[in-house]
């Protein structure tokens, strides 16, 4: 089993950055794509962004490319997102996923492809 822990978030005014970290439990923390989501009240979680095993290979949803950069850290077990230029519309519950068992490469923004979530934490940007 693995677990997910997020931290980071906070309430900032529009323009302002933010990184939110997710912390994996496990020794296994390389074999897994990583992936951050996002859901707003009333509306379904959506992709932000992932990134491969190795961290070579990253994929954006529209609206976070060019403000938001994921990373990972596979010694410390940890996925990062820098989210820069902060937006009222970026007000959300960010969440990490985990998907076991991938190839080197493999990315994915379908939410339904992930294994583990963490619970979330909030991120409020007031205009």
């Known amino acids: 089993q693995v677990q997910l822990v997020e931290s980071g978030g906070g309430l900032v005014q529009a323009g302002d950055s933010l990184r939110l970290s997710c912390a994996t439990s496990?020794?296994?923390?390389?074999?897994?794509?990583m992936a951050w989501f996002r859901q707003a009240p009333g509306k379904e979680r959506e992709f932000v962004a992932t990134i491969s095993r190795s961290g070579s290979h990253t994929g954006y949803a529209d609206s976070a490319k060019g403000r938001f950069t994921i990373s990972r850290d596979n010694n410390g077990n940890t996925v990062y997102l820098q989210m820069n230029s902060l937006k009222p519309e970026d007000t959300a519950l960010y969440s990490c996923?985990?998907?076991?068992?991938?190839?080197?490469?493999?990315?994915?923004?379908?939410?339904?492809?992930?294994?583990?979530w963490g619970q979330g934490t909030q991120v409020t940007v007031s205009s």
């Open positions: 496990g020794r296994t923390f390389n074999q897994f794509t």
């Open positions: 996923a985990a998907k076991k068992e991938t190839g080197f490469y493999y990315t994915s923004s379908e939410k339904t492809s992930y294994d583990y």
